[in-house]
């Protein structure tokens, strides 16, 4: 039994959200957790939030079939979301962009 979770359009990069999730990747649900409440990122906030919810969804579904589980993350991945784009005064009167990356954060958990 599978459960997804997504969090779409969030402002973090996504190179940054990945250096998080490479740590909770394949481990049981309760560690992960405890991992990200420890963990000193921004982005380890919204993880948070997205597997609880992957996890309320996973729980969800059971409560069919009443069997005991024990959920693992079996996937965790970041899109890239639309860059807004932002300019700022730059040397000699010139206009200098600024690129504020935006993610799509998604985890699969299985019971």
């Not at 899109?79 to 990356?101: D, E, N, Q």
């Amino acid at each position: 039994m599978e459960a997804t979770a997504i969090a779409k359009f969030i402002r973090c990069s996504p190179r940054k959200v990945n250096q998080v999730l490479k740590l909770i990747r394949k481990k049981n649900v309760n560690e992960a957790l405890i991992n990200l409440s420890q963990l000193n990122k921004s982005s380890s906030l919204i993880i948070r939030k997205v597997l609880k919810n992957a996890l309320a969804n996973i729980n969800e579904k059971n409560k069919m079939n009443n069997e005991k589980i024990h959920p693992v993350i079996k996937e965790a991945w970041v899109c890239c979301g639309p860059t807004l784009k932002r300019m700022r005064p730059g040397p000699r009167g010139r206009a200098m962009a600024i690129k504020k990356r935006t993610s799509h954060i998604t985890v699969v958990v299985a019971g």
